[in-house]
């Protein structure tokens, strides 16, 4: 079973700066999270999605921050414009439904240095 | 608030001997506990979780973790650690009372394992 897919796995850009990353999680999969991880933390949650619906985007900086699953697969996550304390790697996790105790998958992350 | 604490940014083990993680979480109501590893420059691996029942849980690469409802902790444990069991690990649970189903981390600690 292929797992979480992401990419880039690595970006670098200036502040003020535009981008996106990308998602597909493992098949069949109905939810979906877009989490930060700034380092030396643990990862926080942005937004998560149920199929293409928004189960929760409460601490998504919605100002500079934007998600979308149009389809109800893949997902694409957009900083614009970006700013220096958006460093950090975005991972993005799955899980089959959205019960609380069902086991969230993780990609290997992408690794946003904003300069 | 609900929330997760990994007391120890740094545990260092010799290989052969028995390892453990310190976990500790602050729920309302039943808890639902993980805990992952991450490798360098990868995303974060499953090893095991906690719903209800046995209080000894076991999980991958021979990990297991013991929950304690009284002391309100969830401490990962190995009897013999390996080398490449050098990592980053997390605790998370699941919260209540909120939209969504995300995971609430601690910020980590640092196994080093010596041969």
């Known amino acids: 079973e292929a797992g979480v897919a992401q990419s880039p796995r690595y970006k670098i850009i200036e502040k003020r700066q535009s981008v996106a990353f990308w998602c597909n999680p493992i098949?069949?999969?109905?939810?979906l999270y877009w989490y930060q991880q700034i380092l030396g933390q643990g990862p926080k949650l942005l937004i998560q999605?149920?199929?293409?619906?928004?189960?929760?985007d409460s601490q998504l900086p919605k100002d500079r921050f934007s998600a979308e699953r149009l389809k109800g697969v893949d997902s694409t996550l957009k900083i614009q414009p970006a700013k220096l304390e958006d460093s950090a790697v975005y991972l993005c996790a799955s899980s089959s439904t959205s019960g609380s105790t069902d086991t969230q998958y993780f990609g290997p992350g992408t690794r946003l240095t904003v300069l | 608030a609900q929330s997760v604490a990994q007391p120890e940014d740094q545990v260092n083990v010799a290989e052969g001997n028995p390892l453990t993680v310190k976990c500790t979480y602050s729920v309302s109501g039943n808890p639902y506990l993980f805990w992952y590893v991450q490798y360098p420059n990868r995303g974060l691996q499953f090893l095991l979780k906690?719903?209800?029942?046995?209080?000894l849980v076991k999980g991958s690469y021979g990990f297991e973790a013991e929950f304690n409802k009284s002391q309100t902790s969830f401490h990962l444990k190995k009897p013999s650690a390996l080398v490449s069991d050098s990592a980053l690990y997390f605790c998370a649970v699941t919260p209540r009372g909120q939209a969504g189903t995300a995971l609430i981390f601690g910020k980590g600690t640092t196994l080093s394992v010596s041969s």
């Open positions: 999605f149920q199929n293409n619906g928004v189960v929760d």
């Open positions: 098949s069949g999969h109905a939810t």
């Open positions: 906690y719903i209800t029942g046995d209080n």
